[in-house]
């Protein structure tokens, strides 16, 4: 089970913005960063967002990243066919002494 | 090019042991740790465990400790998964991963080099 929920779809039309969000708790997003994760079908996952809101090189600017109290939050704009992925929020947990994942959220761009 | 390359697809038997591979190059691979990450069928990830090449300091997610072990050679850049007796439940795929801050692994550090994944399929 995941310590750190995420709604297990999402969906959009091109040229939109979608928004995905990632709950957690006073061990792990309330004190520490959160990063997210996509993984296109049948690949590796890649790193989207670091330390809350920093964008590795080459990730788009479309990609963008939040984090408020216990909650973090992936906002991608500018919705295009390429971005059907499966997105997991991550971030380390003090009671685990290591990193946990949401469950993951399946974006569909219709 | 900094990569990570992991051994091929495995198909076995449970109670099989077995120990796949993941070989960094392109970097110093004894100052970054390396991490493994469990997907299974239609699931999320999951954080196994990661080692420390440089002094094979490794850290297990308590759910995983007992199950598996981690271990790495310095001298060929590669880290190993390792299983004595495997089990149904673990048909998975495992990647391994590196964080994108040297020396660390704490808050603040991300897993931003991933393996391609190997594919475990454990079946009678």
């Known amino acids: 089970q995941s310590v750190l929920t995420q709604p297990p779809s999402a969906s959009g039309t091109p040229g939109q913005r979608v928004i995905i969000s990632c709950s957690g708790g006073?061990?792990?997003?309330?004190?520490?960063?959160a990063f997210w994760y996509q993984q296109l079908p049948g690949t590796a996952p890649k790193l989207l967002i670091h330390?809350?809101?920093q964008r590795p090189s080459g990730v788009p600017d479309r990609f963008s990243g939040s984090q408020s109290g216990i909650s973090a939050s992936l906002a991608i704009s500018g919705l295009r066919s390429e971005d059907e992925a499966d997105y997991y929020c991550?971030?380390?947990?003090?009671?685990?002494?290591?990193?946990?994942f949401g469950g993951g959220t399946k974006l569909t761009v219709l | 090019e900094v990569q990570l390359v992991q051994s091929g697809a495995e198909v076995k038997r449970p109670g099989e042991s077995l120990k796949i591979s993941c070989q960094g190059s392109?970097?110093?691979?004894?100052?970054?740790?390396i991490g493994w990450v469990r997907q299974m069928p239609g699931k999320g990830l999951e954080w196994m465990g990661i080692?420390?090449?440089?002094?094979?300091?490794?850290r297990y997610n308590p759910s995983f400790h007992g199950q598996v072990t981690i271990s790495a050679d310095k001298s060929i850049s590669t880290s190993y998964l390792q299983w004595s007796s495997l089990r149904a439940s673990d048909t998975a795929i495992y990647y391994c991963?590196?964080?994108?801050?040297?020396?660390?692994?704490?808050?603040?550090?991300?897993?931003?080099?991933w393996g391609q994944g190997t594919v475990l399929t454990v079946s009678s």
């Open positions: 991963a590196r964080p994108n801050v040297q020396y660390n692994w704490n808050d603040g550090a991300a897993f931003d080099i």
């Open positions: 392109g970097y110093n691979f004894v100052t970054y740790w």
């Open positions: 080692i420390y090449p440089g002094d094979s300091d490794t």
């Open positions: 006073s061990s792990n997003i309330g004190r520490n960063y």
């Open positions: 330390r809350n809101a």
């Open positions: 991550a971030a380390w947990d003090d009671s685990l002494s290591g990193v946990i």
